[in-house]
């Protein structure tokens, strides 16, 4: 995926490079042709740095500003500066793409949604919900072993090409070294308590056994997702 990524986004600077190079030596201005260039390159980007950023962010917001000008379809040496901006922003995107920048973005925008499932198990086991912060928190653990699996080049699906669960997430990630037997154990631990948790086993632990889970998860994903 990140290599098909990759490719479109190069594909995207290449094209509009040649329409400004074009556009910046025609008098007459660049045929219809050049034109349907320009509108697929503008729709492939679009889609593109919504996919990468969402729709909110500021690198949309700025192509978004830069594709609404009135004149958007002329392409002359005196009317090519809106599809210079365009590509501007291509190569913005290619720059973060390629220098890592981009994937660093995702783990602090990952890091902060589980901050924020972290403070809600927090408050559901103030509020004496110990049941509903270990369903939680055993949620968190999963989808982190995940996270840490993806970026250490260990296999998240099995044969059948469904998600591993944590215990063979668990196995697979200490075999490689990600972390030791320690941690594999108590992983294990904690997997059996959101497991109770998930079946109505209520009695089978307490509230004080879901706060070290909660500071146990805080801790791994403090130490594993960066």
């Not at 990524?5 to 290449?14: A, C, F, M, R, W």
């Not at 660049?30 to 996919?51: D, P």
């Not at 981009?102 to 559901?124: G, K, P, T, Y």
């Not at 196995?171 to 997997?191: D, F, P, R």
Request: aromatic fraction near 8%; charge should be negative.
């Amino acid at each position: 995926m990140d290599k098909l990524i990759t490719q479109e986004i190069e594909e995207l600077v290449s094209t509009g490079e040649k329409l400004v190079a074009d556009a910046s030596i025609s008098d007459s201005g660049l045929g219809h042709k050049r034109v349907q260039e320009l509108a697929s390159i503008t729709a492939r980007g679009g889609q593109l740095i919504a996919r990468l950023y969402g729709s909110d962010s500021h690198c949309f917001q700025t192509f978004k500003a830069a594709t609404k000008v009135e004149y958007f379809n002329s392409m002359h040496s005196n009317c090519y500066d809106h599809v210079a901006s365009v590509v501007g922003i291509f190569k913005a995107v290619e720059h973060d793409i390629k220098s890592g920048m981009l994937a660093n973005f995702r783990s602090l925008i990952q890091a902060e949604v589980f901050a924020d499932f972290l403070d809600m198990a927090e408050h559901l086991l103030r509020e004496t919900y110990k049941d509903a912060a270990a369903v939680l928190l055993g949620a968190v653990l999963e989808d982190s072993l995940r996270k840490v699996a993806d970026a250490n080049g260990v296999s998240i699906l099995n044969s059948k090409g469904k998600p591993l669960t944590i215990d063979p997430l668990n196995t697979a990630l200490a075999k490689k070294g990600v972390y030791n037997a320690l941690v594999q154990k108590q992983i294990t631990s904690w997997a059996n308590l959101r497991n109770d948790a998930a079946h109505g086993h209520f009695d089978k632990y307490d509230s004080a056994q879901v706060q070290q889970m909660l500071l146990f998860v805080q801790n791994f994903c403090a130490n594993h997702l960066k």
